[in-house]
Protein backbone atom coordinates (compact mmCIF):
# COMPACT_ATOMS: atom_id res chain seq x y z
CA UNK A 1 0.00 0.00 0.00
CA UNK A 2 0.68 3.30 -0.79
CA UNK A 3 -0.36 6.51 1.39
CA UNK A 4 -0.22 9.69 -0.53
CA UNK A 5 -0.97 13.19 1.47
CA UNK A 6 -1.74 16.43 -0.79
CA UNK A 7 -1.06 20.16 0.40
CA UNK A 8 -0.83 23.52 -0.87
CA UNK A 9 -4.06 23.45 -2.19
CA UNK A 10 -6.03 27.09 -1.79
CA UNK A 11 -7.57 30.37 -3.27
CA UNK A 12 -5.57 32.80 -5.53
CA UNK A 13 -6.39 35.34 -7.96
CA UNK A 14 -5.93 35.16 -11.78
CA UNK A 15 -2.56 35.20 -12.63
CA UNK A 16 -0.73 34.04 -9.17
CA UNK A 17 0.92 31.13 -7.89
CA UNK A 18 0.57 28.34 -6.04
CA UNK A 19 2.27 24.88 -5.26
CA UNK A 20 1.45 21.76 -4.38
CA UNK A 21 2.90 18.64 -2.47
CA UNK A 22 2.08 15.14 -2.63
CA UNK A 23 4.21 13.05 0.43
CA UNK A 24 4.34 9.46 -0.43
CA UNK A 25 4.69 7.02 2.36
CA UNK A 26 4.42 2.85 2.52
CA UNK A 27 5.46 0.69 -0.28
CA UNK A 28 6.88 3.11 -2.16
CA UNK A 29 9.69 1.37 -3.44
CA UNK A 30 7.41 -0.05 -6.32
CA UNK A 31 6.26 3.15 -7.60
CA UNK A 32 6.95 3.83 -11.04
CA UNK A 33 5.43 7.00 -12.21
CA UNK A 34 3.73 9.85 -9.87
CA UNK A 35 1.50 12.75 -11.37
CA UNK A 36 -1.11 15.13 -10.57
CA UNK A 37 -4.78 15.14 -12.06
CA UNK A 38 -7.50 17.50 -11.66
CA UNK A 39 -10.98 17.32 -11.43
CA UNK A 40 -13.16 20.56 -12.24
CA UNK A 41 -17.32 20.05 -11.36
CA UNK A 42 -19.20 18.00 -13.46
CA UNK A 43 -15.95 16.34 -15.12
CA UNK A 44 -14.12 13.89 -15.65
CA UNK A 45 -10.88 13.71 -14.15
CA UNK A 46 -7.75 14.75 -15.99
CA UNK A 47 -4.39 13.84 -16.41
CA UNK A 48 -2.02 17.49 -15.63
CA UNK A 49 1.54 16.33 -15.50
CA UNK A 50 3.48 13.06 -14.28
CA UNK A 51 7.24 12.52 -13.61
CA UNK A 52 8.65 9.15 -13.94
CA UNK A 53 10.73 7.53 -11.02
CA UNK A 54 14.11 9.04 -13.47
CA UNK A 55 12.71 12.41 -13.87
CA UNK A 56 10.89 12.00 -17.21
CA UNK A 57 8.00 14.06 -17.55
CA UNK A 58 4.81 15.12 -19.16
CA UNK A 59 2.31 17.74 -19.17
CA UNK A 60 -0.81 18.46 -20.67
CA UNK A 61 -1.45 20.83 -23.58
CA UNK A 62 -3.63 22.88 -21.39
CA UNK A 63 -1.11 23.61 -18.53
CA UNK A 64 2.25 23.73 -21.11
CA UNK A 65 4.35 27.00 -19.95
CA UNK A 66 2.66 27.32 -16.89
CA UNK A 67 2.97 24.02 -15.07
CA UNK A 68 5.96 22.19 -13.69
CA UNK A 69 6.32 18.79 -12.20
CA UNK A 70 9.28 17.94 -10.36
CA UNK A 71 10.05 15.30 -7.28
CA UNK A 72 12.77 15.01 -4.43
CA UNK A 73 13.40 11.02 -4.15
CA UNK A 74 15.40 11.93 -0.62
CA UNK A 75 11.76 13.24 0.37
CA UNK A 76 9.46 10.45 -1.45
CA UNK A 77 7.79 14.13 -2.44
CA UNK A 78 6.28 14.82 -5.84
CA UNK A 79 5.59 19.04 -6.39
CA UNK A 80 3.35 21.10 -9.06
CA UNK A 81 4.72 24.37 -9.14
CA UNK A 82 1.55 26.43 -10.62
CA UNK A 83 2.42 29.74 -12.68
CA UNK A 84 0.07 32.40 -14.30
CA UNK A 85 -3.05 30.49 -12.91
CA UNK A 86 -6.45 30.71 -15.16
CA UNK A 87 -9.99 30.49 -13.80
CA UNK A 88 -10.58 27.44 -16.07
CA UNK A 89 -7.62 25.67 -13.66
CA UNK A 90 -10.27 25.87 -10.98
CA UNK A 91 -10.70 22.16 -9.76
CA UNK A 92 -9.79 19.37 -7.08
CA UNK A 93 -6.32 18.61 -7.50
CA UNK A 94 -5.21 14.74 -6.79
CA UNK A 95 -1.97 13.01 -6.36
CA UNK A 96 -1.31 10.08 -7.86
CA UNK A 97 0.96 7.13 -8.05
CA UNK A 98 1.04 4.20 -10.55
CA UNK A 99 3.22 0.63 -9.33
CA UNK A 100 4.00 -2.01 -10.64
CA UNK A 101 0.86 -3.87 -12.72
CA UNK A 102 -0.99 -0.65 -12.84
CA UNK A 103 -1.72 -0.34 -9.63
CA UNK A 104 -3.03 3.21 -9.07
CA UNK A 105 -3.00 4.82 -5.46
CA UNK A 106 -5.16 8.29 -5.00
CA UNK A 107 -4.44 11.14 -2.24
CA UNK A 108 -7.52 13.02 -1.14
CA UNK A 109 -7.59 15.51 -2.93
CA UNK A 110 -7.05 19.69 -2.85
CA UNK A 111 -8.83 22.40 -3.83
CA UNK A 112 -7.39 24.94 -5.95
CA UNK A 113 -9.76 27.72 -6.54
CA UNK A 114 -8.73 30.78 -9.24
CA UNK A 115 -10.82 34.05 -9.18
CA UNK A 116 -11.29 36.15 -12.18
Known amino acids: QVQLVESGGGLVQAGGSLRLSCAASGSIFGILVMGWYRQAPGKQRDVVAT???????LNAASVKGRFTISRDNAKNTVYLEMNSLKPEDTAVYYCNARARGAIDFWGQGTQVTVSS
Open 51 to 57: ITRGGAT
